[in-house]
């Protein structure tokens, strides 16, 4: 049996973009990043997370925390 992997369509996200596509809201995304919890980086002035980190966040894989 052969896994289908699934490619995002995009290399990185904006703040708007990420609120977008998880219906969560721009505030909360800026605080998740600040926090820590979801990766991002600054390009300019745009602030961009990629697809991996994106991923890793809605998976839970992102935390800080130590277990």
Known sequence: MML???TPSKWAYSIK???QETSLSQPFVRL??????????K??????????NLSNYLN???TDETK
């Open 43 to 52: 390009f300019g002035t745009r602030t961009l997370s990629t697809a991996e």
């Open 32 to 41: 998740e990043i600040k926090r820590g919890k979801l990766k991002a980086k």
């Open 4 to 6: 289908e992997t699934v």
């Open 17 to 19: 973009e990420v609120a």
């Open 60 to 62: 839970g894989e992102n």
